[in-house]
């Protein structure tokens, strides 16, 4: 359940209420009862942290190479050289 910050017009009566967002909005203040009682704007009340994407994409305008559908695609490596036979000994066989 979201916290609500309301603050009485009249007297300047302050108060942070938890209460559901169905909830109809209060409107009496509790401290000198008249119909003054205004929910507030206020900030969020989180921070994201870690290592999301926020953190990593578009951070100093190179996208990051995953080789994923929204990154570049990695490149392949070369492929092997392939080894090259030894010669067999002239005059013999290898099959002693």
């Given at each position: 359940?979201?916290?609500?910050?309301?603050?009485?017009?009249?007297?300047?009566?302050?108060?942070?209420?938890?209460?559901?967002?169905?909830?109809?909005?209060?409107?009496?203040?509790?401290?000198?009862?008249?119909?003054?009682?205004?929910?507030?704007?206020?900030?969020?009340?989180?921070?994201?942290?870690?290592?999301?994407?926020?953190?990593?994409d578009f951070r100093g305008g190179t996208p990051p190479a995953t080789g994923t559908a929204t990154g570049p695609a990695k490149t392949e490596a070369a492929p092997a050289a392939t080894p090259t036979p030894t010669p067999t000994p002239s005059g013999g066989s290898s099959d002693n």
């Amino acid at each position: 359940m979201p916290i609500y910050a309301y603050r009485c017009e009249s007297c300047g009566f302050a108060k942070d209420v938890l209460q559901k967002m169905s909830d109809p909005q209060l409107t009496v203040c509790p401290e000198c009862g008249k119909e003054s009682f205004k929910k507030q704007l206020t900030a969020a009340g989180f921070q994201l942290k870690g290592s999301g994407w926020y953190v990593t994409d578009f951070r100093g305008g190179t996208p990051p190479a995953t080789g994923t559908a929204t990154g570049p695609a990695k490149t392949e490596a070369a492929p092997a050289a392939t080894p090259t036979p030894t010669p067999t000994p002239s005059g013999g066989s290898s099959d002693n």
